[in-house]
């Protein structure tokens, strides 16, 4: 099998060669692209180097699949000429999730919605992944009415650019490109993505439009504030949530525990509870802090934590694949 990796350079490419690497593909011929200056390099895969090559060249070598992490236009512009060429290509960017015939998946809720003809599979982003699926099981159950959504977001989430950014201020340094309007060290924003007219960032509105694809109920109603903290280990989410049935609490842990590739960490008494450090280079969603909320029926809050490169990118995509791949044995 040939896999290609587009944008292979990047933070999240780098992670999906790692996943890869560990879910069996290590032996596999995997082809590493990336921009123009880039190619000629060399990258780390499964013990050996991969040199890098031009997405064209990745194309001729008409792959079986081809995993994206290049950025929008990147995907506007390659995605459908690898699909023409006969790929599957899953992609980690926005440029296809909001396509009412492109499929934005989460593996564990909706692969499903993935048809034998499908050449383009979109992967959500990383707060809305962490998030759906926390909310899956509740959703089945019960159904949702309504999400407030407040995201603690790691630098991660903008790349290695805000990366260096941080490392320079914690050495008392002025980063030199910044990636950010102002220091991220010993700070936080409220700022993830662009600002849209109606005082909203594109960060928001992708949890609005993504989780109603996914849960395909366009009639949830969903209120998202983003903020960026000096965090590397994952994305961490306060989340009210009001159902459209009353619940008994238990049976919420129950479902919850019970999700596919979601860990409950909930005992107070102990100090137990989701947090970056420990989502860190792990591939599970962790939920914490589960409580009724007392000043509205049938609601409650939660907290949900998870690493935004793994799960919330490299790993899910990879999972679509692997999903891919055990459907057309």
């Not at 860990?263 to 589960?290: Q, T």
Request: proline fraction near 5%; charged fraction near 25%; charge should be negative.
């Amino acid at each position: 099998m040939k896999i290609a990796v587009v944008g292979a350079t990047g933070l999240v490419g780098r992670e999906m060669l790692t996943v890869l690497a560990e879910r069996g593909f290590g032996h596999e011929e995997v082809i590493a692209a990336a921009s123009p200056k880039s190619i000629g390099k060399e990258i780390a895969f499964a013990g050996r180097m991969l040199t890098v090559v031009s997405v064209d060249e990745a194309i001729a070598e008409r792959p079986e699949y081809a995993i994206f992490s290049a950025g929008a236009g990147a995907s506007r512009e390659y995605a459908p000429r690898f699909a023409a060429a006969g790929t599957t290509v899953i992609d980690n960017s926005s440029a296809w999730r909001k396509d009412p015939h492109i499929p934005l998946v989460v593996p564990e809720i909706n692969i499903d919605t993935v048809s034998e003809d499908d050449r383009i599979v979109a992967n959500p982003n990383c707060s809305t992944i962490q998030m759906v699926l926390a909310l899956s099981a509740l959703e089945r159950e019960y159904g949702i009415r309504r999400i407030v959504v407040s995201t603690y977001q790691s630098i991660t989430g903008t790349g290695l650019k805000a990366v260096r950014q941080l490392e320079a201020e914690e050495r008392g340094e002025v980063a030199t490109d910044p990636a950010y309007p102002y220091p991220i060290h010993r700070n936080l924003f409220p700022h993830g993505g662009d600002f849209q007219p109606d005082g909203y960032t594109t960060e928001e509105q992708k949890l609005v439009d993504e989780t109603r694809k996914i849960f395909a109920d366009p009639e949830i109603a969903i209120s998202a504030t983003v903020a960026r903290v000096p965090v590397v280990g994952g994305h961490s989410e306060s989340v009210n949530v009001e159902l459209r049935r009353d619940f008994d609490i238990e049976d919420v842990r129950r479902l919850i525990a019970g999700t596919s590739g979601v860990v409950m960490l909930d005992d107070p008494s102990a100090n137990v509870y989701p947090m970056p450090i420990l989502s860190h280079h792990k591939d599970e969603v962790f939920v914490g802090r589960l409580r009724r909320d007392p000043s509205q029926d049938r609601t409650l809050n939660l907290w949900i934590v998870a690493d935004n490169i793994r799960k919330g990118a490299a790993t899910n995509a990879v999972q679509i694949m692997q999903h891919l791949i055990e459907r057309r044995k």
